[in-house]
């Protein structure tokens, strides 16, 4: 239990200003809760978590000019103490790992009630990891049906696997083929079918996914 005394500290980070407010509000009425600031975008949780020093970021992923997860990897390293709470509409396993592997404590779906949200806050504050039993139990079933494989990876083929690798790694078509013994129409094909079995349109969103999936690291 926490001492009656102790205040965590929470910015709230969410693009939308109703969702921001209404979050706000709520944890303010919340003892031992205390709201030190609010960001609309990446670029400001970042700015102000550096000079706010809160206890814990509380935020959406999908946002403006830097996603929750860039922001998390971020903080992950420039501000270690301040641990970092997901709350999403998503329930998708490969948003989860993503959210894994970027560093956030925690993952909460926008459904949860205030109590619940609550009680996360004070577990992720006193050092636990907490993620909502339906994005739990969501991801456990797409390990176990896919054997272990990460999410999305199952859609391509092992061939297209290697090419996508290569193409994040920032090697051209030609530099491709030449690897892999194929002509350099080949790697074309294999790019297209790459990008149209993930739903992604430019060599960045490849790589971004990449990275995320573990295939090729930002360094």
């Known amino acids: 239990m926490l001492k009656p005394a ?3 500290r929470v910015l709230v980070v969410d693009d939308h200003p109703v969702v921001r407010r209404g979050l706000s ?8 809760l205390e709201v030190v600031g609010e960001a609309a975008d990446g670029e400001e949780a970042v700015r102000l978590t550096r000079a706010l020093k809160p206890d814990i970021v509380l935020m959406d992923i999908n946002m403006p000019r830097m996603d929750g997860l860039q922001v998390t990897e971020v903080l992950r390293q420039d501000e270690p103490k301040t641990r970092v709470v997901i709350l999403s509409m998503h329930n998708r ?24 949200l609550v009680r996360v806050l004070e577990l992720v504050y006193r ?14 079933n797409q390990f176990v049906t896919s054997g272990g494989k990460p999410e999305g990876l199952n859609r391509i083929s092992r061939r297209e696997r290697e090419v996508l690798t290569l193409v994040a790694g920032g090697k051209s078509n030609k530099e491709i083929a030449g690897a892999l013994g194929v002509g350099v129409r080949t790697i074309e094909t294999h790019r297209e079918r790459i990008m149209r079995k993930l739903d992604l349109h430019s060599v960045a969103a490849l790589t ?3 990275v995320a999936q573990g295939l090729v690291s930002l360094e």
Do not use: H, N
């Open 6 to 8: 102790t205040k965590i």
């Open 25 to 32: 509000a709520c944890l303010a009425e919340r003892p031992p």
């Open 93 to 116: 396993p490969e948003y989860v790992q993503r959210v894994i592997k970027a560093g956030a404590r925690g993952y909460l779906l926008k459904d949860a009630s205030a109590d619940e």
């Open 127 to 140: 050092g636990e990891v907490f993620f909502s039993p339906a994005v739990a139990q969501s991801t456990l």
């Open 208 to 210: 971004k996914f990449a």
